[in-house]
């Protein structure tokens, strides 16, 4: 039988989760496994209200059960737990697989204490091999891509069922293929500099530990214990 890391640690991740808490919920494949144990846990009594990070994880809890409240309607989350699409030692994480970033970001920057959940593979020396995403505004997004282009960064649109893929937030989705490793401050200085880009999918130092699914169970790591190779 094979190990759903994974589930892993989506489930490990869920025992943060206290009675009384705001929690923001991330979105893509490992995050799934974590609503699908708060869904558990809110129908065994545990009481949360949270904050969805996609419409997918939104449909998901109101089918588990889970409170919602708007992002808009609270002042701070307690805690958000999301998946990366990689992550190096220094916490420097690539997400927006899913294409959420946007709103995980936001709701993560919201959160008193932020957990990246994930399976071993996600684990890397130097970021920069998984695309970066960058939500791009619709109108201009050509200009947009061109200067994407000349800042060397091989932008492809991302698509969905022969179109372009729409966010949640109505804005399309371009995937740098930069490669590793990354000097992940020259990017971030150069695309918050780029006129049309409203958001990418660098997560800088913003998780306060990550939850590793491995084939012998969950792994929780702080930043001082994974730079010493615990």
Known sequence: MSINKKKIAGEKAAEFIKDGMTVGLGTGSTAKYLVEKVGEMVKNGLKIQAVATSKATEDQAKELGISLVD?????????????????????NATKGGGGALFREKIVASLANKVIWIMDDSKLVESIGEFPLPVEILPYG??????????????????????????????????????????????????LDNTVGVLETG?????????????????????????????
Do not use: W
């Open 141 to 190: 997004y050509k200009v947009t891509f061109k200067r994407l282009e000349a800042l060397g960064y091989n932008p492809v649109m991302r698509l969905k069922n022969d179109g372009l893929f729409v966010t949640d937030n109505g804005n399309y989705i371009a995937d740098l293929h930069i490669g590793a490793p990354a000097d992940v401050d020259d990017i971030k200085q150069k």
């Open 71 to 91: 992002v808009n309607d609270v002042e701070c989350i307690d805690i958000a737990i999301d998946g990366v699409d990689e992550i190096d030692r220094d916490f």
């Open 202 to 230: 660098q997560f800088l130092k913003m998780c306060d530990c990550i939850v590793v699914g491995t084939c012998d169970g969950a792994r929780i790591y702080d930043a001082v214990s994974i730079i010493a190779g615990c």
